[in-house]
């Protein structure tokens, strides 16, 4: 699959269902990974049969609607001929804003992502208890791109994922199948490190309080000492 790297719309998965004569009606779940609110938007949607090798184009384009920054939506539509359908592509070629010049297919690098492989059973559980609830496959980089744990498909360039902000270096360094399928050994020694950052961290805040602390006491004392002087010295006169 071929995506535009700047395109501010997503497809984060779809739905396919089928009447009785093989029309299929998809279910697409979009996401806007923009900063802005997107009012309307144009593209493309493939439909394709593995069994056949069968496809068909359809064009698609919505105004009017009002999708905030960060926001998920969904698309209805049916395949206007090809029977049974049981995979789509969806290409956008423009994004409308609120307030802002809209967004054209060709504006960003062009990558070929591929089929995303999603986890399964144990393995898909055991990535979601250390990353999290929306985590769906182990990160990867390529040569222009990197994948994050939540699929979405950023450019090398992106210190953070654009769709759950997690942090590139965390989930490459931290996330991938290598660290998470330790052996006990290579893992306890991985939890003292981590125990061991954390408690080097906490006792620099200590050490940060104690000083604050510390400096306050001698302010009030050196207050208390001055306040002391003055009425030693206004007694003496009386």
Request: hydrophobic share 40%; charged share 25%.
């Amino acid at each position: 699959m071929i995506i535009d790297l700047s395109c501010p719309v997503e497809l984060r998965g779809y739905e396919l269902l089928h009447d009785d004569a093989g029309t299929a009606r998809a279910y697409i779940d979009l996401f806007n990974v923009s900063e802005r609110t997107v009012t309307g938007y144009a593209g493309t949607v493939r439909w394709s049969r593995d069994e056949t090798g069968e496809s068909l184009n359809d064009s698609v384009s919505v105004d009017e609607i009002a999708i905030p920054a960060g926001g998920e939506f969904r698309l209805l539509l049916t395949s206007s001929g090809l029977k049974y359908a049981d995979r789509l592509e969806i290409y956008f070629s423009r994004v409308a804003f609120e307030g802002a010049p809209e967004w054209k297919c060709g504006e960003g690098e062009l990558v070929d992502v591929g089929e995303q492989q999603t986890l399964q059973g144990n393995e898909l559980g055991a990535l979601r208890a250390a990353a999290g609830g929306d985590a769906v496959m182990y990160p990867e980089t390529q040569d222009n791109f990197w994948r994050c744990v939540c699929g979405r498909i950023n450019p090398l360039s992106e210190a953070e994922c654009a769709r759950c902000r997690r942090e590139r270096e965390y989930v490459l360094g931290e996330l991938n199948r290598k660290t998470l399928h330790l052996d006990p050994k290579q893992q306890r020694a991985r939890e003292k490190r981590r125990a061991k950052s954390q408690k080097a961290s906490a006792k620099a805040v200590k050490a940060q309080k104690n000083a604050k602390y510390m400096a306050a006491l001698v302010a009030v004392s050196a207050f208390a000492f001055a306040l002391l002087t003055v009425l030693v010295i206004i007694n003496s006169r009386v």
